[in-house]
């Protein structure tokens, strides 16, 4: 059996909540993010967009920041950059960061409004999602099938594996492979349905793995019309699973595949509020051919997914 080292951590940060305790979290915890985003392939999760602007704050401050004082002092300076509950929560990420995975129940029950707040998306004041579906990718680490990383909500995670099962792709086309987990994923999942399917994964940085049923190509989204040649895509059968989340060119991307694609095909872009403007005008361009999912897009509330009213099924 795993023997697992239980640190006293918990014990050390609990007693001594000061500046200088926190000063240390900060750099342990800096030094731990930029590690594991670089075990990432540099991709950020949403939850790692908060973060970043946490510890910029953090290290552009670093100098006025009083280490020294107590905790509440150094938040009250820090207040005049952000609001406060924000400082609150993104400290509290780092605390409970500290106290790694394994925590003593009394400490856990212990009420203590500072250690048990949640990430606030609004920290510097910006909008943006709650604070569930931030850390939906994971807090601090991503989530994982086998040892690969997968950029995937978990929400996204368990709406694919019904839309799967219900379309049984014969073809799935993912543009933004990441570390290459997703498509391990979905090879793994359409192998457990008995369906034959074969996965193509491009990237501007191909993965450097192997994985039955999955070809990974290098490929830039600028030059799709090279990466995924209309000869070979004409042959490959239907239906078809197309996911953009690459986020470059996705007009031109989203064009290439259409002329192609059949009554039934799907078609997600992933991350999408931002991309509402391409998706407009590539809907407009190929005559409405394709009809929001609504069903798969709200199965956990309005657009509880990162594919935010993109989940497309073309029609004619
Ligand atoms: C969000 S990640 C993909 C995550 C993956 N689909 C998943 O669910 O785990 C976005 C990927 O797009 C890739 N990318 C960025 N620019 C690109 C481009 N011009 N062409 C192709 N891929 C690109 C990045 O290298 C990154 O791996």
Redesign the pocket.
Known sequence: METIEITSNTQRVIENLDGSTLRLIYEEFSNAWAKKLQEQ?N?PTFYDHIIKDGLTLFSMNISSIPWDKDIQSIISIMENFASREGIEAFISQMINWYYGRYVPYDVRVKPNEMLQTDLDVNFLKKPGRDAMFTMSQGRFECLKWKDEI???TVYDLAMYQMLMWELKPRTII?I???TG??AVWMADLMKSYGVESKIIS????APQIKYNDVTFLQ????EIEKVMKTKILEKMPHPWLIVE????NVYGVLQHFHSLMKEGDYLIVEDSESKQDEIDRFLKDTDESYLVDAEYCDFFGHNVTCSFDSIFRKMK
């Open positions: 392939g991709v997968l950029f995937k993912e933004g492979s990441g987990g997703s491009f990237d501007i940085i490929g830039d989204c600028n989340d690459a986020h470059v």
